[in-house]
C-alpha cells in the first residue's frame, strides 16, 4: 500500500446539521451537499455526501450513517463511536483555546478542556455533532 | 480552522498486533512503537504509540483504545465503530482487488468486495483487526 490516505468519510446522522457545523461553525470550505443525482437502490447506497478539499490532497466527507453502512456492506452502527481521533494542529497556544470555543459555539462538546500533555504538546479534545472526536494540538516544537 | 487534517489516530486493543498489520501486512512504514518514556499515571494516557508518516504532512498513528479515551476524557468504547472510514486511492482496477487480498491475507476482513459504484468507482471495503473501515478505490476519472 502507498503511504496516502485521500478520503476521511465520518458517517452522520443528518447531512445538513453536518454541514452547517463543519461550514458555518468550523469555516471549511464546501460544494455543499453534491452527488444527489445518485438516488440509490436496493443494491447501491445513495450518493449524497458532502465533501472538503484539505490541503495535502486529503478529502474529508460527511456521508449519512445508513449510507456509509449500505456502501459498505456493514451493519448501522451507532453514532459517537469514539473509536479514532482526528487530529488537528494550530500555530499557537491561545489558537487551541480560540478552535475550542468556536467549535463549542458551533454545537460541539467539548470533552477535555485544553491542557499540557507529558509529551509537550497542548490540547484539548471536542466532539463533533455526532460525536466525532478532534484534537486540537499546539505542539512547540 | 484551517483547511487540514494532521494526525488520524485510530483506537486498538493491541498495538503489537496492529503494527505488524499496518506494517508487515500492509506495508507501510514506521519507527515502531515509539514514546514508551510516558508511563502514564491518575491524570494523564500513557505516550506510547505507533506512527506511519503519510504523504501530504498526514500522520496515521495507532494507540491503545484505553489510552485515547483517558487522553480524551471519554469513556472506552468498543472496537469496530464503523463510523467512519478511511479512503485509499489506487492507480489500476485490479490494484484494488490485490490491496484487497494483501488486506484479506494479512488478517483483514473484507466486508465488501469489490464492485462498481454508481458514481463512477470500483471499490471494496476491508476491516483491520480492530474494525476500523478502509475503502480502496480506484477512480477512472
Known amino acids: 500500500?502507498?503511504?496516502?490516505?485521500?478520503?476521511?468519510t465520518l458517517a452522520v446522522d443528518d447531512l445538513d446539521r453536518s454541514l452547517v457545523f463543519y461550514r458555518d461553525g468550523l469555516g471549511l470550505k464546501t460544494q455543499g451537499v453534491i452527488a444527489t443525482e445518485f438516488p440509490g437502490d436496493e443494491v447501491n447506497a445513495a450518493g449524497a455526501v458532502v465533501m472538503f478539499e484539505l490541503e495535502g490532497?486529503?478529502?474529508?466527507?460527511?456521508?449519512?450513517?445508513?449510507e456509509l453502512a449500505k456502501d459498505a456492506g456493514i451493519p448501522v452502527v451507532p453514532a459517537r463511536s469514539g473509536g479514532f481521533s482526528i487530529g488537528h494542529l494550530v500555530a499557537t497556544?491561545?489558537?487551541?483555546?480560540?478552535?475550542?470555543?468556536?467549535?463549542?459555539?458551533?454545537?460541539?462538546t467539548v470533552e477535555d478542556e485544553p491542557r499540557d500533555r507529558p509529551w509537550g504538546i497542548y490540547s484539548g479534545y471536542f466532539r463533533d455533532p455526532d460525536g466525532h472526536l478532534w484534537e486540537v494540538i499546539w505542539n512547540p516544537r
Not at 490532497?57 to 445508513?66: D, E, F, Q, V
Not at 497556544?93 to 460541539?108: E, I, M, T, Y
Open 1 to 8: 500500500m502507498n503511504a496516502r490516505i485521500d478520503v476521511i
Open 57 to 66: 490532497g486529503l478529502t474529508l466527507a460527511l456521508y449519512p450513517r445508513r
Open 93 to 108: 497556544r491561545s489558537d487551541v483555546d480560540k478552535l475550542l470555543a468556536a467549535a463549542r459555539a458551533a454545537g460541539a
